[in-house]
């Protein structure tokens, strides 16, 4: 299949496809932002299906002994004429317009216009003397350090879209900057699934009540799952006394929203955002915890639960409220 035309019906339904497999409630990591987490200091992101159909393509005109574009000119005049016979809607006539040899050659003579990988490169990827299984992953990462200051922009501008919902007290574009280096400083620090919870705190990705009652039919947010005392938001937790209890576990303070993000100039150091981040991470599964069980099920405290997620060893040492 990478091997025939770049089909954008086919395009888009892999994207549905992947929107479904990798994608939360709402939509809230779009897909594009998926195939761009390396800027969040990810080690993995998405492929981008339409560069890896390109890269198959330069791997198979790399690698084949068959003149491509004597075969291509070859089958368009073959078409041509049984075209001009029958007509353009002649039975799987579309079908015939997608040779493989055409499509590859496209690419072959066309990348360096389309996808401006750079002449020179291009020309080395082809007739490199690299090993032959490298060539797909090299073109694919040429293709992705192409459009890679496009994707870090759409990143950027998807992160300010998303903090511009919260009232932080600094202008937007500090709030932005100070997110990115915070996703940046936090990647190899901490667990992947740490610098998740934190990347979805950022992005407004944690599936609250707020967040969702449009989803619900615009009700009002249920109350925290934790005190009670306030709405399930994102604006409460930054405010309650439970979260403020775990943040303390971690030796770390949470009061305004922009402490509790991990936005303000304390967690410009190291140890701060990494403690914070733990705490956020401790929230959020404690939250999900909280949220997926049956209601009456769940016998323990939000506070049992938060020692439980701890482990004894720190109730051990007496750092309980
Ligand atoms: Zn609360």
């Known amino acids: 299949m990478q091997l025939v035309p770049t089909n954008f019906a086919v395009k888009r339904f892999l994207d549905f496809m992947l929107r479904k497999i990798f994608v939360g409630p709402g939509n809230r990591i779009t897909l594009q932002t998926a195939c761009a987490l390396g800027f969040a200091g990810f080690k993995v992101e998405l492929r981008d299906t339409f560069a890896a159909s390109v890269a198959a393509k330069v791997r198979v005109a790399r690698n084949t002994v068959l003149d491509i574009d004597t075969l291509s000119t070859e089958c368009f005049l073959t078409r041509n004429t049984y075209h001009v016979q029958r007509g353009m809607d002649a039975k799987h006539s579309l079908w015939q317009m997608s040779s493989m040899a055409t499509s590859i050659a496209v690419v ?172 956020l991470h401790v929230i959020f599964i404690l939250r999900s915890l909280l949220f997926h069980s049956p209601k009456n099920a769940c016998a323990a405290s939000p506070h049992e639960l938060l020692n439980a997620v701890l482990g004894t060893q720190l109730t051990a040492r007496g750092s309980t409220q």
Not at 193 to 216: C, D, G, Q, V
């Open 108 to 279: 072959k003579n066309g990348a360096t216009k389309e996808f401006d990988i750079g002449r020179s490169k291009f020309l080395a990827l082809l007739r490199g003397t690299k090993a032959e299984k490298k060539v797909q992953k090299a073109v694919t990462m040429a293709l992705g350090k192409a459009a890679a200051p496009a994707r870090r922009v759409h990143f950027s501008e998807t992160l300010r879209r998303r903090l511009e919902r919260f009232r932080l007290d600094i202008p937007l574009g500090w709030a932005t900057s100070r997110g990115l280096k915070r996703m940046e400083n936090l990647a190899g620090k901490v667990q992947p699934r740490i610098s998740a919870s934190y990347f979805k705190l950022l992005f407004n990705a944690w599936p609250t009540a707020r967040r969702i009652r449009t989803l619900r039919g615009g009700k009002r947010a249920s109350k925290c799952l934790f005190c009670q005392n306030g709405r399930d938001s994102i604006e409460h937790f930054a405010r309650c006394e439970f979260c403020s209890v775990v943040f303390s576990k971690f030796r770390v303070q949470s009061g305004t929203l922009l402490q509790f993000m991990a936005l303000d100039s304390g967690a410009a150091e190291s140890c701060v955002l990494v403690a914070k981040a733990k705490a």
